[in-house]
């Protein structure tokens, strides 16, 4: 992997090289770091590019050519030492799921910038703002698993954390004015908490397809065959499954199901290079869609219906009133005072004190101490407030 780098900035590629930038980010206090991998261009998961960054020099390290970083692990899980992230959520799963590396003492700069209402909270408008510096996204889709990588992408990379710590001292600062260092810490401890985790059910995804819900049983049961068909050629090829196939003419297909190679080049996204190439298997596919027995065709699953509550939907209304307000004046996003889904847990508990909200697992240590007695108090029906001022007065 050949390129010019500028100066305070190194390719890390081989074991001495690594163990050479250690012994540098080991008195470092802090590191910005974060990670490329190639989910727009392969079907798994994993780390291509990781970038380090102390107050004076950045590495850009290749776990293709270094596959031992268990030390650079011990770095990130010393309490001792802050690791700053921008989002950190996705870098955190694949640093799980590709090492089971767990950073401690994390500063996240994306959720600092919500607890100040930033109201450009990508890295690109921070850096922008607080520094003069132009991100250039032209890499922001790369194929970071392609070797050799380019110089002008290494470029790239390494400006996502060579600036980050200046970012992270404005932040903080900001945040201390505000008095909200310890939202943000509490916060932050969560972070630590993230795993990596499959996501979505893949043998339920077939359900989610914009247009699924439109489709007639056996329409469905095709259409269940080919992303089942899409998904296996996908793990094949370690390629995203719609670079095999986009989900436009699988509906299609399952709409008006093709039954030679003539009419499957005939659907629009197909074209004869998928018929040429694969399109036995899509057919076999097909066919095995339209051979589902009528008594075992798949149908659309239907919501549960839930009697609605009129009583819980007037306290979840009082509830968003009060943290509207709240939020108001402390120029605060709503939602990052307090998520819809933390009000609708305190609407189900209806706490009666502050002490019995704070016992919520949805609810964070300092909202209960900054919103509690205003979400006690929001929980109440307003019929029962002469009865609390009577219990206040006694």
């Given at each position: ?14 074991p001495?090289?690594?163990q ?9 206090p802090?590191?910005?770091?974060d ?10 998961d994993?780390?291509?590019l ?30 001792a ?13 694949l ?14 700069t ?12 990508g890295?690109a ?8 510096v ?26 996502d954390t ?6 992270r ?12 260092l310890?939202w ?5 401890a969560?972070?630590e ?9 893949r ?5 989610r ?31 995203a ?9 699988i509906l ?99 706490p ?7 016992m ?10 900054v ?24």
């Amino acid at each position: 992997m050949a390129a010019t780098l500028p100066a305070d900035t190194r390719l890390v590629e081989r074991p001495d090289q690594l163990q050479e930038f250690l012994q540098v980010a080991a008195d470092a206090p802090s590191l910005a770091v974060d990670t490329e991998a190639a989910s727009f261009h392969r079907h798994l998961d994993r780390i291509y590019l990781i970038q380090v960054s102390t107050r004076t020099q950045t590495a850009i390290i290749d776990p293709l050519g270094v596959e031992d970083l268990s030390r650079f692990g011990e770095l990130l899980s010393d309490p001792a030492r802050e690791v700053v992230f921008h989002d950190a959520d996705y870098d955190l799963r694949l640093f799980d799921l590709q090492y089971r590396f767990r950073p401690n003492q994390i500063f996240d700069t994306r959720i600092a910038a919500q607890f100040v209402n930033e109201p450009g909270i990508g890295l690109a408008a921070l850096l922008e703002k607080y520094l003069g510096v132009k991100a250039d996204k032209k890499y922001q889709r790369a194929d970071w698993s392609t070797r050799p990588l380019k110089a002008e992408m290494l470029a790239y990379a390494a400006m996502d954390t060579r600036h980050l710590l200046e970012v992270r001292d404005i932040l903080h600062a900001r945040l201390a004015e505000l008095d909200r260092l310890s939202w943000v810490k509490e916060e932050f401890a969560a972070l630590e908490e993230l795993r990596y985790t499959a996501g979505e059910d893949r043998e339920e995804a077939w359900l989610r397809i914009k247009g699924a819900r439109t489709l007639s049983p056996r329409g469905l049961a095709v259409l269940r065959e080919l992303v089942q068909w899409r998904e296996q050629a996908a793990i094949q090829l370690d390629r995203a499954a719609f670079r095999i196939l986009n989900n436009e003419p699988i509906l299609a297909m399952a709409e008006h199901p093709p039954r030679t190679a003539e009419e499957l080049a005939a659907v629009k996204g197909t074209g004869r290079d998928l018929a040429g190439r694969r399109g036995k298997e899509v057919l076999e596919a097909v066919a095995r869609g339209l051979a589902v027995p009528e008594a075992e065709l798949p149908r659309f699953p239907r919501p549960p219906r839930h009697k609605p509550d009129p009583v819980y939907v007037a306290r979840l209304d009082r509830l968003k009133a009060r943290r509207n307000t709240i939020a108001k004046d402390l120029d605060l996003a709503p939602g990052v005072l307090c998520p819809n889904g933390t009000l609708e847990a305190i609407a189900r508990a209806e706490p009666k004190t502050v002490a019995e909200l704070a016992m919520l697992p949805e609810v964070r240590d300092w909202q209960a101490k900054v919103l509690g007695e205003e979400l006690v108090a929001a929980v109440r029906n307003p019929s029962e407030k002469g009865e609390a001022r009577s219990e206040k007065a006694e």
